[in-house]
């Protein structure tokens, strides 16, 4: 895999950019302690608009340097990897794209917070899968990790972004009996980006599951309904 000699620069820069009392703060955050859905994930403490910023001035990064920062412990160094290869994957002609979408299914057990998965999933497997089969998001779907099954169904957004809704609502009926809380939000805030765009699939969909989907869900996916039926739905329907 083709690097540079700009990943130890970038490293180093990551360092100079690094704030304790900031990293402190956003570990609290990103909930890292033991038990907590992040547990063990490690930051420096580098804010994103300047991470954004960093990734802008390295402009030359490829897949293969992104690949390898990707492997950090450092969060922020993650989160720089993934607006690498978002880059590589917009910019790219076909060969390259598929290269950095099978990097990036490669590496999920580094992807491995909501956020990262945010920030690149709709970029990169969604982009990747628009005109292709959507096999590969019902396979995530149905994944032990809980960031794969994340994913899956906020990559729609990509699709969603586009006025095709079919995935996201399939997916979100096989995620009605997920236990983990951060899919119930990732769930419901795509349902609710569909119920935007159009409110009649996303009101079929609520008519169907309202009295058994996950509470959180619910309230996420409602959350732009007029307080009357936003109620109503609450109540059952």
Not at 52 to 76: I, M, T
Not at 180 to 189: F, N
């Amino acid at each position: 895999m083709k690097t540079t000699p700009l990943l130890p620069e970038i490293q180093a820069r990551l360092q100079l950019l690094a704030d304790p009392a900031t990293a402190l703060g956003l570990q609290r955050f990103f909930k890292t302690g033991p038990g907590q859905y992040g547990a063990g994930d490690v930051f420096i403490g580098i804010k994103v608009p300047t991470i954004r910023k960093l990734a802008a001035e390295f402009s030359g990064v490829g897949p293969g340097d992104a690949a390898q920062l990707l492997r950090s412990p450092h969060h922020e160094a993650r989160i720089l990897a993934l607006l690498f290869l978002m880059r590589a994957f917009e910019r790219g002609a076909a060969a390259e794209r598929q290269q950095v979408y099978d990097l990036y299914l490669a590496a999920t057990s580094h992807i491995n917070n909501w956020d990262l998965v945010d920030i690149s999933a709709p970029h990169v497997v969604g982009a990747h899968l628009a005109d292709k089969a959507r096999a590969p998001l019902y396979r995530l779907a149905q994944s032990d990790s809980l960031w794969e099954r994340r994913i899956a169904i906020v990559a729609t957004f990509h699709f969603i972004r586009r006025g095709d809704f079919g995935d996201t609502l399939a997916i979100a009926e096989h995620l009605l009996a997920d236990r983990e809380d951060l899919i119930h939000k990732a769930t419901g805030w795509m349902l609710r980006e569909v119920g935007k765009r159009d409110p009649a699939p996303l009101e079929a969909f609520l008519k169907r599951h309202c009295r058994t989907m996950p509470r959180t869900m619910l309230r996420y996916a409602i959350e732009r309904f007029p307080t009357e039926k936003r109620q109503a739905y609450l109540r059952g329907g």
